[in-house]
């Protein structure tokens, strides 16, 4: 499609371009943000809030001690492993300050996970949280690891009430197995220490790399995408304009350093990592960091604390808040928006949410090869259920067939991407790089998407889970979509097997909401909703499914057990 098709398709106040030459680097969106925002909050954890102003010498303190207290040079990496804590926005603003690239580590990395990552990035150093000294010290000695930077939960809180939670989370918890790493320098000891030195600025280009963001590996090996300071400034900016959308009265919705922010998706994975993280740094707006979602009876109470205006969350998440009692005791007055992302939203759990908090959930997408927002919806009624919306300004889709043709509006291909937030390629990797990214900057991101006439974007499915029964195309989402809305489903998942017959079958796993559920009740429901061909011919009941730590199910996983 041209640029100017979508032009006139983005809600008022929308612009159709950024600047790209508004900011040097992501350091200075992040200085110029702590200045002018330095009295408002910027992230709250377990009742402790730091302003801008705090995190600006927090960070500043971090960075200099990397450069006084190490040989870390400029474009070295740096692993930051650690769940939504202070720590974690204070070691990656001052690692980038110091001139280093961040490598974001799932903290839920078994050994294996670790060490493919840090010896693929080449990584010197490591912020890690004392949970996960074991798997540390285990992995060690097959890295590059000269540094260590050990955080404890209570690191930030006022001294008794962390000494408390520290020996807690140690002794009675038991949340810290036992392991020995000596050489491993405090955090809150290398802030002190750090803030006797001063940062000295190291120059930046939009061309450096910024963070080497690992791909969630459920195809393969896990690649490192270089994301620069270009691609993640071009998609902080990207997001910014999406939020200028004005509402009736010709203000804007979203009211920058006014909105509270709910923040329990790991701000290691992208989706956060930009919208939480990044972004606020332009908007001056206040995360509310959940550093463990799954305790739904602990998010409830914190969510009764705030009258929040943004959430960002995905569909698991949504299905266990709206599960639990305490939900309706939720204050939803000043909610403005509900964003989903990371996996595809199912409508039944979107329209649940609605109708209980008044609030839309608006879909978008991205990849961590786009930094990552590629689409979004717009706010309020002009968002359309079951499609991400629309591209975010700057940005060029088109659908492809396998030959590599542009289709037409309305036919089905794969989504290719080009724009500013489009990473420079895998670390490292030049076959993989060549396979994805081609000479003219368009991504290939593996998708199947429709663009429909007023330039909306329907994700139908993954290429690589399209099931070929007797030669029709059946997208799992379609069939996953469909059985969730069943009320005695709580998820499911839907793949493709060998058959005789059909080349391929669907093959369906289901985990009930409620004991008693039939397959004779399902087979029914799925007769009355689907053709012939895409009817599941394989039923399989769990307790669960295997799933990434942001929800994301892994039908990858299914295959292989199938």
Request: net charge neutral.
């Amino acid at each position: 499609m041209q640029p100017e098709f979508w032009n006139d398709k983005r809600p008022a106040g929308v612009p159709n371009e950024i600047d790209l030459s508004a900011y040097r680097s992501v350091v200075e969106v992040f200085e110029r943000a702590c200045k002018v925002h330095a009295d408002r909050p910027a992230f709250t954890n377990m009742g402790v809030t730091l302003t801008y102003g705090d995190l600006e010498r927090y960070s500043s303190a971090f960075a200099a001690w990397l450069q006084n207290h190490t040989d870390l040079q400029p474009g070295d990496r740096i692993a930051v492993q650690m769940p939504n804590l202070l720590h974690y926005p204070i070691a990656v603003f001052g690692a980038l300050r110091a001139g280093l690239v961040v490598v974001n580590t799932n903290p839920l990395y078994t050994v294996r996970e670790m060490r493919h990552q840090f010896q693929d990035s080449g990584v010197r150093a490591l912020v890690y949280l004392n949970t996960f000294g074991k798997q540390v010290q285990e992995v060690l000695a097959d890295t590059d690891i000269e540094h260590l930077i050990e955080a404890r939960i209570g690191d930030l809180l006022p001294s008794l009430k962390g000494a408390l939670v520290n020996a807690a989370v140690k002794h009675v918890k038991k949340m810290v197995p036992a392991y020995n790493l000596p050489q491993a320098v405090s955090f809150k000891g290398l802030l002190r220490e750090g803030a006797r030195h001063s940062l000295r600025p190291v120059p930046l280009s939009l061309e450096h790399i910024a963070v080497l963001q690992y791909t969630g590996g459920t195809t393969g090996v896990a690649k490192g995408a270089m994301l620069s300071h270009g691609n993640l400034v071009a998609n902080m900016q990207q997001v910014r304009a999406n939020m200028q959308q004005l509402d009736g009265n010709g203000h804007p919705v979203i009211k920058e350093g006014q909105e509270v922010m709910i923040a329990p998706l790991p701000l290691y994975h992208i989706y956060a990592f930009t919208v939480n993280c990044m972004c606020m740094m332009v908007t001056g707006n206040h995360n509310v960091l959940i550093t463990n979602p799954r305790d739904i009876d602990g998010f409830v109470k914190e969510l009764q604390r705030w009258r929040f205006s943004g959430f960002l969350g995905l569909n698991t998440l949504f299905v266990a808040l709206m599960s639990h009692p305490g939900f309706r005791k939720i204050d939803f007055s000043a909610l403005k928006g509900t964003n989903s992302g990371g996996t595809a939203l199912v409508s039944s759990a979107a329209e649940r949410w609605q109708n209980l908090t008044g609030c839309t959930v608006v879909e978008g997408y991205g990849l961590t090869e786009t930094s990552p927002v590629v689409c979004a919806n717009p706010h309020g009624e002009r968002s359309r259920l079951g499609t991400v919306g629309l591209p975010v300004p700057g940005t060029l889709l088109k659908v492809i067939d396998d030959d590599g043709n542009e289709l037409p509006l309305g036919a089905r291909g794969e989504l290719c991407v080009k724009g500013p937030q489009v990473m420079k390629g895998y670390w490292q990797r030049p076959e993989a790089t060549a396979e994805v990214l081609d000479a003219d900057g368009w991504l290939k991101t593996g998708d199947i998407a429709v663009i429909d006439e007023d330039g909306f974007v329907r994700i139908v499915d993954r290429k690589k889970d399209l099931i070929i029964v007797s030669g029709f195309n059946v997208y799992p989402n379609e069939i996953e979509d469909v059985v969730m809305a069943h009320p005695k489903v709580a998820s499911c998942a839907a793949i493709g097997v060998p058959d005789e017959r059909s080349g391929e079958a669907v093959k369906l796993f289901i985990v009930p909401r409620e004991p008693g559920l039939t397959v004779d009740e399902l087979q029914a429901y799925c007769r009355e909703n689907f053709t012939g061909y895409k009817m599941p011919r394989h039923y399989v009941f769990r307790d669960s499914l295997p799933m990434t730590p942001v929800g994301k199910i892994l039908r990858r996983e299914l295959r292989d057990i199938a």
